[in-house]
């Protein structure tokens, strides 16, 4: 549905997206993360053909994203996202929806679905920060798109309207429409995602899904052992052979190994150490997400100043 | 085209929920009834005169007020969406930019004409009621042309708030460059005339001089309702110097050009413009 090839942007003589390719299919969930000013923003405004890149080609739903009325199939929720402020909900849904040439009759469930059916006749002005931002939401829905753009959508929302929001993303994905889901909110997306792009100053750092992303960054995977009997004596037998073996508490230990080895060590482990539990904790997205940042030298640099 | 009337209607649905519109039509009415029946009390006279007279005073108040209303109005048309964020949003919809512009100029050019002709529509109304002595095929022929070349004064003004709103990236510095422009063609222009008047003496050919008139559309709008009244007898200043010109339509003409033109600009400069 998306394809960025070679893509350069600049503003002004600063240059923020470098040589960058992207691609989402139907039925896809593209996380897109990064620092502040990494340039998740640009990309999607190249997509959403806001703006032109000035090397390389974007094609949006298999066009040009200039063209006018391919965009009735795409939704964008913009990070902070603004209505006019003396319009009423239901009446900023209803002009954007005739925009859209959606039916009206969407308007009043999509309120319903976002949870501001109360404050439906109340002036956006008075909204709340989350209030607008599912505003910004039920706009994006309009006209059931196939592509769905959403930079920063949880920023405001209570927990339960964020899962909601998740369960939605589910939903829109097994319906067949592509997603991209901007987000500094990295704990919970996991799960909603099918891949993950990580930039860093307008660089591609990775892209995969996690499973790929944590076999590039040989990231390590930690056993926790706990309720080890003799403890002491465990460590001193095995510290040759697994060096990253540490005691955690007076009756835990933690080995760090890898994807290969996971299981034969613990295999190993199992038949010659007593113990009463063995979590295995998987790196995270937040994990693989500090991983490759911080490979970024610029980063480094930044972060030594 | 239907994406148009759709951006039309909500700047059309805003003019009346802001009432925009009632003031501007309040403020048209009241301004030529008032004229209309007091314009002469300087003289020592009150009561309705006679429709030239009328006609001439409101022309060269409206000749003011008309570009400031219009200025007004339209000035932050593009600039505040956009410092609003909705302009984002608006571009993202199955819409272009030439939709979006065009869309709202109609819009506030539909509640200047609405203005205009329940405003000095109604002046006009008053007086083939409550005047004596009036010939009413006069009076409509009168305010017709003045509510006509009225609207089309004011869509150029339009016009010249939405260049210089597709242009500027700040509602303070286009509300700035509104009123410099207001300033310009309503104060200056004729000043700056006149000067050159004088100092050249006669220098330059007298052919060509009465065209600079058309430079400046309160200049078109002003020869537009004098000429057509009492043979220029009443006109002064610098405006005289179009008594020669050889026109009538193409005075018409003129403002339609000062319609068109800025708003060509306004769409060029939008199209450019960085979101
Ligand atoms: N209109 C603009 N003019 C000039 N520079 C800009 C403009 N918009 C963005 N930039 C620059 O482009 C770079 C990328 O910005 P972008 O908004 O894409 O970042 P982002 O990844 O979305 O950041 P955030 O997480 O803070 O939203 C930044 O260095 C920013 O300063
Ligand atoms: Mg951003």
Redesign the interface.
């Given at each position: 549905m998306i394809h960025l090839e070679g893509v350069s942007q600049y503003y002004g003589r600063h240059q923020v997206l470098h040589d960058l390719n992207l691609t989402l299919g139907e039925g896809e969930v593209l996380g897109l993360f990064g620092h502040n000013g990494a340039g998740k923003t640009t990309t999607i405004?190249l997509i959403?053909g806001?703006?032109r890149p000035d090397r390389g080609n974007v094609l949006t739903l298999g066009r040009s994203p200039n063209q006018?009325?391919?965009?009735?199939q795409?939704g964008?929720l913009?990070e902070?996202?603004?209505?006019?402020?003396?319009l009423s909900g239901l009446e900023t849904l209803r002009?954007?929806a005739?925009?859209?040439?959606a039916p009206l009759t969407q308007v009043k469930s999509l309120l319903e679905q976002v949870g501001l059916s109360e404050a439906a006749n109340q002036k956006v002005k008075t909204y709340s920060k989350g209030m607008r931002q599912r505003l910004g939401l039920a706009?994006a829905l309009l006209g059931e798109p196939r592509l769905l753009l959403l930079d920063e959508p949880t920023v405001g929302l209570d927990p339960i309207a964020t899962a909601d929001l998740y369960e939605l993303v589910d939903g829109l994905r097994r319906q067949g429409a592509g997603i991209i889901l901007c987000s500094h909110v990295l704990p919970g997306v996991e799960p909603h995602i099918d891949r993950a792009a990580i930039l860093g100053h307008g660089r591609l750092r990775a892209e995969g899904s996690l499973g790929e992303l944590r076999r590039q960054a040989q990231a390590p995977i930690r056993l926790r052992l706990s309720g080890v009997k003799h403890r002491d004596q465990c460590l001193e037998r095995w510290k040759d052979q697994i060096p990253d073996m540490r005691p955690v508490n007076a009756h835990s230990l933690e080995i760090a190994t890898d994807a290969q080895h996971k299981l034969e060590l613990l295999k190993v482990l199992l038949t010659s150490i007593q113990v009463e539990d063995v979590d295995i904790h998987q790196p995270g997205l937040e994990d693989l997400y500090r991983y490759f940042i911080a490979d970024d030298p610029a980063q480094i640099k930044e972060t030594q100043q | 085209m239907s994406?148009i009337w759709?951006?039309a209607q909500?700047e059309v649905s805003?003019g009346l929920?802001?009432r925009w519109l009632l003031a501007i039509t309040m403020t048209f009415a009241i301004l030529a009834i008032g004229i209309a029946w007091f314009g002469s009390a300087a003289s020592g006279e009150i009561g309705f005169s006679n429709v030239e007279t009328t006609i001439a005073s409101l022309t060269s108040l409206a000749s003011f007020l008309i570009p400031l209303i219009a200025l007004l109005v339209a000035y932050d048309a593009i600039v505040g969406e956009d410092e609003?964020?909705?302009l984002?949003?608006?571009?993202?919809?199955?819409?272009?930019r030439m939709h979006l512009l065009i869309g709202k100029f109609c819009g506030h050019s539909i509640i200047l004409g609405l203005a205009a002709v329940a405003g000095f529509g109604s002046a006009a109304l008053a007086i083939v009621v409550f005047a004596e002595g009036v010939v009413v095929s006069e009076v409509l022929a009168a305010f017709g042309r003045f509510i006509l070349s009225s609207t089309l004064l004011g869509w150029s003004f339009l016009a010249l708030a939405y260049l210089v709103s597709a242009l500027v990236t700040e509602k303070k510095r286009a509300a700035g460059l509104a009123l410099s422009i207001w300033f310009l063609f309503v104060l200056v222009f004729d000043l700056a005339l006149l000067a050159l008047l004088t100092s050249t003496e006669g220098g330059m050919s007298p052919e060509t001089l009465p065209w600079l008139l058309m430079l400046n559309p309160t200049d078109i709008y002003r020869l537009i309702n004098l000429a057509a009244m009492n043979g220029f007898g009443g006109v002064s200043g610098a405006l005289a110097i179009g008594a020669d010109l050889p026109l009538t339509h193409g005075l018409w003409l003129g403002l339609a050009v000062w319609v068109a033109a800025p708003l060509l600009l306004a769409h060029v400069a939008f199209m450019r413009r960085?979101?």
């Open positions: 405004k959403l806001l703006l006018v009325d391919m965009r009735r795409i964008y913009p902070n996202v603004m209505f006019y402020p003396q002009y954007f005739r925009l859209k040439q706009q | 994406q759709r951006i909500k805003d929920r802001n609003g964020g909705t984002l949003l608006l571009l993202t919809y199955p819409l272009s960085a979101i």
